[in-house]
């Protein structure tokens, strides 16, 4: 990892983002980029007289820029930093920084219209488009989670995405824990969980096929991080449930995100969780730890 891209905009959410990614940046060695893209442009083509306020609004988010750059100086002695303000709508200006870094990390909630929601819409696109692996850090209870030693890894059937099973255990080898690989089953003919095994005491024929898929998913980035311990989980349940639930104790959930043509900036939110995909996209609403979404490109 070479560098890390946080973007801030003086929220609680996007300093907890910060913090995540100050840390990330020590573990790893990684150059650190602060970004914040104030959203003016649409104001003043609606407002023209919001021209005259912007040098205050300037100055305001220059304040933000340089807090948070102090803010990250102080908290990762040693690593380099360095911050830039930008111009232009926060969803097109951060995708074009995921152009320039190895990892983009972001709040779940910023100060949009949007901020009661339980992921801002600007996280949720930036995660579902950007270039490179997106991580959005929650916010709310982030100073109370502890580490609880594991990286959580999500393998599904329609494909095991290399990609985000090798940040995962990149991930846990900086870390120095263990990752959990979690590749859930069910059966089709109930819409309830049936028991793990048949009538006659042989493991149900699904949970066989999810423990060979989690297998095959894994077993590159074992040969090259031999030194990473691996648990492997494959409960029965919905996989959405499956992961939330190991998500409770877990530092980070990694994903694979779906990938579809749809990465037009103008789709819609629906759109948007299509190029996800729904684990996903229910994941990175839902979870209480960090969630790094990594394309196959």
Same mark, same amino acid.
Request: proline share 6%; with cysteine; charged share 25%.
């Given at each position: 990892?070479?560098? #890390?891209?946080?973007? %801030? ?13 100050? $840390? ?19 104001? *003043?083509?609606?407002?023209? *007289?919001?021209? $005259? ?47 320039? =870094? ?19 819409? @600007?996280? #949720? ?9 997106? @991580?959005? %850090?929650?916010?709310?209870? $982030? ?47 109930? =819409? ?18 999810? *423990? ?8 590159? /980035? ?33 994903? =694979? ?7 037009? $900036?103008?789709? =819609? /939110? ?20 960090? %969630? ?6």
């Amino acid at each position: 990892m070479r560098k #890390l891209v946080a973007g %801030v905009d003086g929220s609680d959410a996007s300093l907890a983002a910060l913090d995540w990614a100050v $840390a990330e940046s020590v573990r790893r060695g990684a150059e650190l980029r602060i970004v914040y893209a104030p959203l003016w442009e649409p104001y *003043e083509r609606t407002w023209p *007289e919001f021209t $005259a306020t912007r040098p205050r609004g300037r100055s305001v988010a220059e304040h933000v820029l340089v807090t948070a750059a102090d803010r990250a100086r102080e908290q990762g002695r040693g690593i380099e930093v360095e911050a830039e303000l930008l111009s232009g709508d926060p969803v097109p200006a951060l995708l074009r920084e995921a152009e320039k =870094g190895t990892v983009l990390v972001v709040g779940d909630r910023g100060r949009g219209g949007h901020d009661a929601l339980p992921l801002g819409s @600007v996280a #949720l696109t930036v995660a579902a488009r950007a270039a490179c692996p997106v @991580v959005v %850090v929650r916010g709310e209870g $982030a100073a109370r989670r502890g580490e609880f030693g594991r990286v959580v890894l999500g393998t599904g059937n329609d494909g095991a995405e290399p990609a985000a099973v090798d940040f995962a255990f990149r991930a846990a080898q900086a870390r120095g824990c263990r990752v959990t690989a979690v590749h859930s089953w069910r059966s089709p003919e109930r =819409g309830v969980a049936t028991h793990a095994h048949t009538l006659g005491g042989a493991p149900d024929p699904r949970m066989r096929e999810a *423990e060979w898929a989690l297998g095959r998913a894994v077993r590159a /980035a074992v040969e090259r991080h031999p030194d990473v311990p691996l648990e492997r989980q494959s409960p029965e349940g919905l996989a959405r449930d499956t992961l939330l639930t190991a998500a409770a104790e877990a530092d980070l959930v990694v994903l =694979g995100a779906r990938r579809t043509p749809l990465a037009d $900036a103008t789709a =819609g /939110a629906g759109a948007t969780g299509i190029q996800l995909g729904p684990v996903s996209h229910g994941v990175l609403h839902l979870a209480p730890c960090p %969630v790094a979404v990594v394309r196959e490109d």
